[in-house]
């Protein structure tokens, strides 16, 4: 999705939540300049995921349970953010993690080091994390904002459709997803309004979308 189509969806997100534009675009602008000099050559995700099936995995509490069900050699894995932790624990790199920063930071480092790409995300509330890109190797910026030369804009708004965004973008042959409860009545409110907007953009994106 290009950023004509996705802005008017995005102003109607920050109307929804009340956050500032200008935040999040001082993020990106902030991620963009810890990423200068850096190499953020996106054939990297496109070598992962054209034509490749996909599964994304969220972090919600069934994402164990979804996981026993799964051969994941017929995969390429795509963890949003707090999901890398339940993968490791089984023994899980994942290949790409679209991360915000708000999980388990010491398990995300480690899958980079085991080769997963980190695609990190800036917006308003997690400018004083994302200074970890210095840190890591094979990092891509992302926003939900305008996109710059080093920072790009897939579409999506939280870890999980982000991730499904991304497999879109780089044609991915079928998406399944794991870990996803978009029910969930145990999270705080703002969860539960985040987890309708995923819903709903998911719900956008063309192709062959699979729930485990």
Same mark, same amino acid.
Request: aromatic fraction near 8%; charged fraction near 30%; hydrophobic fraction near 40%.
């Given at each position: 999705m290009d950023f004509e189509q996705w802005e008017p969806i995005y102003e109607k997100i920050l109307r929804d939540f009340g956050w500032e534009r200008k935040k999040d675009e001082d993020a990106a602008q902030l991620l963009s300049r810890l990423l200068q000099g850096r190499d953020s050559d996106l054939e990297v995700l496109r070598d992962k995921i054209e034509e490749k099936n996909i599964l994304v995995? #969220? %972090?919600s509490s069934s994402l164990s349970s979804d996981l026993e069900k799964i051969d994941f050699k017929n995969y390429v894995i *795509?963890? &949003?953010d707090g999901a890398t932790?339940?993968?490791?624990e089984k023994g899980i790199v994942p290949? *790409? *993690?679209?991360t915000d920063l708000d999980g388990y930071l010491p398990d995300e480092i480690e &899958? /980079?080091?085991k080769g997963a790409v980190m695609v990190v995300h800036a917006h308003g509330d997690n400018m004083d994390k994302i200074s970890i890109v %210095? $840190?890591? %190797? /094979? &990092? *891509?910026g992302t926003t939900q904002s305008a996109p710059l030369d080093n920072v790009y804009n897939f579409g999506g708004i939280s870890d999980g459709d982000r991730c499904v965004f991304l497999a879109h973008t780089f044609g991915a042959k079928s998406i399944t997803l794991a870990g996803f409860?978009? $029910?969930? $009545? /145990?999270?705080t409110e703002i969860k539960k309004k985040k987890l309708k907007w995923a819903r709903k953009l998911i719900g956008m994106i063309? #192709?062959?979308i699979n729930f485990h």
């Amino acid at each position: 999705m290009d950023f004509e189509q996705w802005e008017p969806i995005y102003e109607k997100i920050l109307r929804d939540f009340g956050w500032e534009r200008k935040k999040d675009e001082d993020a990106a602008q902030l991620l963009s300049r810890l990423l200068q000099g850096r190499d953020s050559d996106l054939e990297v995700l496109r070598d992962k995921i054209e034509e490749k099936n996909i599964l994304v995995c #969220g %972090k919600s509490s069934s994402l164990s349970s979804d996981l026993e069900k799964i051969d994941f050699k017929n995969y390429v894995i *795509i963890a &949003a953010d707090g999901a890398t932790s339940t993968l490791m624990e089984k023994g899980i790199v994942p290949d *790409i *993690i679209v991360t915000d920063l708000d999980g388990y930071l010491p398990d995300e480092i480690e &899958a /980079n080091r085991k080769g997963a790409v980190m695609v990190v995300h800036a917006h308003g509330d997690n400018m004083d994390k994302i200074s970890i890109v %210095k $840190e890591l %190797k /094979n &990092a *891509i910026g992302t926003t939900q904002s305008a996109p710059l030369d080093n920072v790009y804009n897939f579409g999506g708004i939280s870890d999980g459709d982000r991730c499904v965004f991304l497999a879109h973008t780089f044609g991915a042959k079928s998406i399944t997803l794991a870990g996803f409860y978009f $029910e969930d $009545e /145990n999270v705080t409110e703002i969860k539960k309004k985040k987890l309708k907007w995923a819903r709903k953009l998911i719900g956008m994106i063309p #192709g062959i979308i699979n729930f485990h």
